[in-house]
């Protein structure tokens, strides 16, 4: 059957409409598909100069963890290491201060040290919780006797110890078997220090990129 030129025309026309559709949805999706890698290469330059960014500043950082690592070892240096604060150790030291002053030394206990934070659901806010910071304080109670000139002369020896030692309070006990306070006609008092001190547990961090 044979088409006069009219139809022709139309079937022509109709091939090439489809030829172009065909050619715009495939052009339409690859621009789709650029787009997406535009923008992900976009995202990826952006991060790689945040990354260079970063590198850049290594440098610095390690310039100030150094820094940052040489305080913390000055500030640190007073503070006593872990076989100081044990008992004997720790009792010894503030045994040898009271006689240097004069006082004696009846009792000494350590005391437990009380950590106050957000209690978790379920917990009292007051319990006793382990050590999470690089500090651990540790804290005793002396009972001695001596004179109040003694007892000054003692404080300021813990004060000025090469190492860090704080009075933590100072509490005055009642002479005898009867209720009142120590006659002041009598140089010997009777009293209680409580004395406390920190070590320093350094973190073990990664220093691979500071070396």
Partial sequence: MKFDEKKQLLIVAAFCGLI???????????????????????ELDSREASAQEKIARIPQMKDKARS???IVSEYTAILPQK??????????TITALCR???LTIL???????????TAARGKKKDEVVAEKDSFTRHKYRFEM???FAQL???????????RFLRVDGIELFPSGDDNGL???SDPIKRLAVVISTYVYDEPNIQMEAIQ
Avoid: M, T, Y
Wanted: charged share 30%; proline share 3%; with cysteine.
């Fill in 182 to 184: 120590v006659s002041a």
């Fill in 83 to 92: 076989d100081e604060v044990r008992r004997d150790a720790f009792v010894d």
């Fill in 68 to 70: 940052l690592s040489r």
């Fill in 100 to 102: 240097d002053s004069g």
């Fill in 152 to 162: 000054h002369r003692f404080i300021n020896s813990v004060e000025n110890h090469p």
């Fill in 20 to 42: 172009f559709c065909g050619e715009f949805a495939i052009g339409w999706g690859l621009k789709n598909d650029n787009d997406v890698i535009s923008r992900a290469l976009s």
């Fill in 107 to 117: 009792v000494a206990e350590p005391l437990q040290v009380l950590k106050k934070g």
């Fill in 145 to 147: 006797s001596g004179e």
